[in-house]
């Protein structure tokens, strides 16, 4: 099992450009999530989805959309990137009521 | 809302220390309560949890007791080794939430020879 795979691994970005940030996961995991981190922030939550089919907004969505696009995948996109959202990206899975498993993380920085 | 706090960082022990790191919370009901370990350049790792109070979640030597009456959950390890250097943190999620998790700001352990 690979668990929580993320690419790219590292990025960078001009302000106004667009990306899509992929997640897999291969534990047949309901939930998927994406956080971004920041020095002193801890983790915020920015989409999730509770199961295939549906996605819901976290506590900072501003500026990002997602897309879950089977059981397996859920993308992160970036319309038109800003400095703010220079951060590290996680992606996690889980099942129902149970422990989170995080991908390595994307390092993101816009210029 | 919920909310987690967590004592400021760095914590600077020397290897063999006895370690506490401080997490209390603010939530309704009863939450699930966790602490995740990052790792320098990787993801976040469950490293124990507790689903109701009294409940001590371990591993690797690490403890932490679910204390309802004072809305803690704090972690402590009785001899800290140099691979424990890590950022700690601390979570709370409500079931039927989707599990969202609500973290606590980390704590960095840096620990010296």
């Known amino acids: 099992n690979a668990g929580v795979t993320q690419t790219p691994k590292f990025q960078v970005l001009k302000t106004g450009q667009s990306m899509t940030l992929q997640c897999a996961q291969d534990?047949?995991?309901?939930?998927m999530y994406w956080y971004r981190q920041d020095p002193g922030m801890g983790l915020r939550l920015i989409y999730y989805?509770?199961?295939?089919?549906?996605?819901d907004k976290g506590e900072v969505p501003n500026g990002y959309n997602v897309s879950r696009l089977n059981k397996r995948e859920f993308s992160l996109r970036l319309e038109s990137a800003a400095p703010s959202q220079t951060s590290v990206y996680f992606c996690a899975s889980t099942r129902e009521a149970d422990t989170q498993y995080f991908g390595p993380g994307t390092r993101l920085t816009v210029l | 809302g919920d909310s987690v706090t967590q004592m400021e960082g760095p914590v600077t022990l020397s290897e063999e220390a006895f370690l506490t790191i401080n997490c209390t919370y603010t939530?309704?009901?009863?939450?699930?309560l966790f602490w995740y370990v990052q790792y320098p350049g990787e993801g976040l790792q469950l490293l124990l949890k507790?689903?109701?109070?009294?409940d001590k979640g371990s591993n690797k030597g690490f403890e932490a007791t679910y204390r309802k009456e004072t809305t803690s959950f704090h972690l402590e390890k009785g001899s800290v080794q140099v691979s424990d250097s890590a950022v700690y943190f601390c979570a709370l999620t409500h079931t039927g939430t989707a599990s969202k998790l609500t973290f606590g700001t980390g704590t960095r352990l840096q620990v010296t020879l």
């Open positions: 534990m047949n995991h309901n939930s």
């Open positions: 989805s509770a199961s295939e089919g549906t996605t």
């Open positions: 939530a309704t009901g009863y939450p699930s």
């Open positions: 507790a689903t109701k109070a009294d």
